[in-house]
């Protein structure tokens, strides 16, 4: 199976360092300059990739004002889904300018599409990945057209069981695509803590052998960071300029300031995480001094007796190894020996018993 592939000049997956998504989402606001500003923004932060949406409202829903079609229990509370899509869209005539800005700065730029016209926008495009969104891991048509593609795949699993997870993956495969990434998600907005449930990532990781990261709808950073940590290989995060702007996504979002706190977190995270290791490092090597070893406490004169009185197991460590204390132990002083002095073999004569 493949455990990693490339999406731009960037290899994903274990092993590499996390590719890091700024999700613009709606947070353009319907401003072109707002969605350029959010591109310089997350560049100078620090993020690998910034990732669209490419819908109309009616690709996504009918407008209604049926009970089913009005939003509930969420910070959407009240409005019709047609009534949240219609505001929170991305033009799509935005999106290949967009793409060139992003790209003229050094990052990806790529999109999740939604329905089959979008997935045949965005290969218009050339984006170099395409997405699944959680709500649309069991629309298998879609992904199946998705994968036909046969660029790499994100797709992310908030809500979705194993089953569903596997179907997902095996309609991929079976287009004859082998480029998958899983996300770890929780489908709330936002989402608290302690629905994360990071151990996920590591046994997504090794259940379907394909690289898994973190799609995140969390306040604050610490979980993307616990996420790297346990193996997430890509980090999406919601970013917009001001949380005191209003817009659909703005309250979930970090501004950039918290997103390059956040990216400079996970290279740091990923940094010490570094490879299994025993011993001394290089750094550590210095502190050897501090090791405990044999020394002579008391002033000795040539054929006295080690005692444990005038041989004790102290700091630093300039003499024998504390392993020879009981060997040491009986036998005679070779010479006079001052009080301080790290005790070695040459001081170490035979025990009064066998001279």
């Not at 989402?191 to 379907?208: K, Q, V, W, Y």
């Amino acid at each position: 199976m493949k455990r990693s592939f490339e999406i731009g000049n960037r290899r994903v997956g274990p092993g590499n360092p996390a590719y890091i998504v700024a999700e613009m989402s709606a947070n353009h606001n319907g401003d072109f300059e707002q969605a350029v500003q959010i591109l310089r923004a997350v560049k100078d932060a620090g993020a690998d990739a910034v990732k669209i949406q490419t819908y109309t409202p009616d690709t996504l829903t009918i407008p209604c004002d049926n009970d089913c079609f009005r939003i509930q229990d969420t910070i959407w509370d009240g409005r019709t889904l047609y009534d949240l899509y219609s505001e929170a869209c991305t033009p799509w005539e935005w999106q290949p300018r967009l793409k060139e800005i992003a790209e003229e700065m050094g990052m990806d730029l790529f999109s999740t599409a939604f329905d089959p016209s979008a997935v045949d926008f965005l290969e218009e495009m050339d984006v170099p990945v395409h997405k699944v969104a959680s709500f649309e891991i069991v629309d298998l048509p879609l992904i199946e057209k998705i994968a036909l593609t046969g660029k790499p795949i994100i797709v992310s699993t908030g809500m979705a069981t194993r089953e569903e997870i596997e179907e997902a993956i095996l309609t991929i495969r079976m287009a004859g695509n082998t480029q998958i990434a899983l996300l770890k998600c929780t489908s709330a907005y936002p989402a608290s803590p302690g629905e994360m449930n990071l151990r996920t990532i590591p046994d997504m990781m090794e259940s379907f052998q394909v690289p898994t990261g973190l799609s995140d709808h969390s306040m604050g950073i610490e979980v993307p960071v616990a996420a790297v940590t346990l193996g997430a290989c890509i980090v999406e995060k919601h970013v917009t300029l001001s949380r005191k702007i209003p817009g659909p996504d703005s309250a979930f979002s970090l501004e950039p300031g918290e997103f390059k706190v956040m990216v400079d977190a996970v290279r740091t995270a990923e940094e010490a995480l570094g490879s299994v290791s025993y011993g001394p490092g290089k750094q550590e090597s210095k502190s050897s001094v501090f090791r405990r070893s044999l020394f002579v406490v008391e002033d000795m004169k040539a054929g006295d007796t080690f005692t444990t009185e005038n041989i004790r197991s102290i700091r630093p460590g300039f003499g024998l190894h504390t392993r020879y204390l009981k060997e040491v132990i009986g036998k005679a002083a070779r010479r006079e020996i001052s009080r301080g002095t790290p005790l070695t073999w040459d001081l170490v004569g035979k025990s009064h018993t066998s001279q």
